[in-house]
């Protein structure tokens, strides 16, 4: 006697859909961003990932509002699944872009301000004298753009500097820059050896925009040890707070990474210790797969990008790195 059919809904028989629109809900937090990746309906997904739930016997996320988490059971099962989901979703690119030649193509990258004037004109002076026939887009976004653009695919990857990194990004860090003070040339603090955060307190500032990495880091620094300070000026850009540093509006606290070139009309000096290094690195999303084009460009900025990453007890950079750069034998610390 022949077997009966099966008659159960298609979504129930496909596995693999299932733990994808999991994953994909897991990583965005939310049924309907979820939804709009996989570019499906909401409730496609919800029947998707209620139908693993009824086959595995488990609940998988906890829902509260329009926001939802994993359960430990959903944690355990994320664990194991995303990478499954990540190389099958990878393998039509993989194979595709292998064929392709490295000198066709397109390139997209994402950066914020810093990155795009002081970072990235080296390297991409470089990659495109050797690839001259890779288009080359690059977009110059804020750090909310940035993170919308990586889960959306609509960059190859992002360089920046960021506090907060969503679990669904992945980032590696490559620079590390210090902070400094920077003053007119006639300033009282222009003429100090040693700055303390006695002397950073009720200083006028001039300021970037507030949601800026670097300056969420100093008004941190400034929390955390009580220093009192005034906005003077909020401008919309590095290059702008110099500028107006120079016309003496104020002083400001800066990366390094800014103080690259010589600038007229500023004094550097060194702050306390208590500020720590920002790291810049090159982010993106979990699962991408990268173009040879993208490997190529990471890998022009450093050499070790896609080897295991190691932390080091030494920390040392006396091999003749560039200024900045993180040696693979160590990370410092965001």
Same mark, same amino acid.
């Given at each position: /006697? ?24 897991? +990583? ?60 099958? #979703? ?25 990155? $795009? ?12 004298? =050797? ?15 940035? /993170? ?5 695919? =609509? ?9 907060? /990194?969503? #679990? ?28 303390? /955060?006695?002397?950073?307190?009720? =200083? ?8 800026? $990495? $670097? ?91 896609? +080897?295991?990453? $190691? ?24």
């Amino acid at each position: /006697m022949a077997a009966p059919l099966n008659t159960a809904p298609n979504y129930r028989q496909d596995r693999l859909r299932q733990l994808r629109a999991f994953c994909f809900t897991a +990583e965005a937090g939310s049924i309907s961003r979820a939804a709009e990746r996989l570019d499906v309906t909401q409730p496609s997904v919800s029947l998707q990932v209620q139908a693993l739930e009824r086959d595995l016997g488990i609940t998988l996320f906890e829902r509260r509002g329009p926001r939802i988490r994993l359960t430990p059971d959903g944690e355990a099962l994320y664990a194991e699944a995303h990478k499954l989901v990540e190389a099958i #979703d990878g393998l039509a690119g993989r194979f595709a872009e292998g064929n392709r030649p490295l000198d066709s193509g397109r390139l997209d990258i994402g950066a914020g301000e810093s990155s $795009t004037l002081y970072l990235l004109p080296p390297i991409l002076e470089r990659f495109m004298d =050797q690839h001259p026939n890779v288009q080359v887009r690059l977009h110059h976004l804020s750090v909310g753009e940035l /993170m919308d653009a990586l889960r959306q695919d =609509q960059v190859d990857f992002a360089v920046g500097a960021i506090l907060d /990194m969503p #679990d669904e990004l992945r980032y590696r860090a490559i620079y590390s820059y210090g902070l400094s003070l920077i003053t007119p040339p006639d300033h009282p603090l222009a003429r100090r050896d040693v700055i303390t /955060m006695r002397d950073l307190a009720g =200083q006028d500032y001039i300021i970037p925009p507030q949601n800026m $990495t $670097t300056w969420r880091l100093i008004k941190l620094v400034f929390q955390q040890h009580a220093v009192r300070y005034r906005v003077r000026l909020e401008v919309g850009s590095w290059e702008a707070v110099k500028r107006y540093v120079g016309l003496g509006f104020g002083v400001a606290i800066v990366s390094n990474v800014c103080l690259a070139e010589d600038y007229p009309g500023i004094v550097v000096r060194s702050l306390p210790e208590v500020f720590p290094k920002r790291t810049y690195g090159a982010m993106s999303r979990q699962g991408r797969f990268l173009s040879p084009q993208a490997r190529r460009f990471l890998e022009m900025m450093r050499p070790d990008f896609f +080897e295991p990453e $190691t932390v080091s007890a030494s920390r040392g950079r006396g091999r003749g790195e560039r200024p900045g750069f993180i040696a693979a034998d160590g990370v410092d610390a965001v």
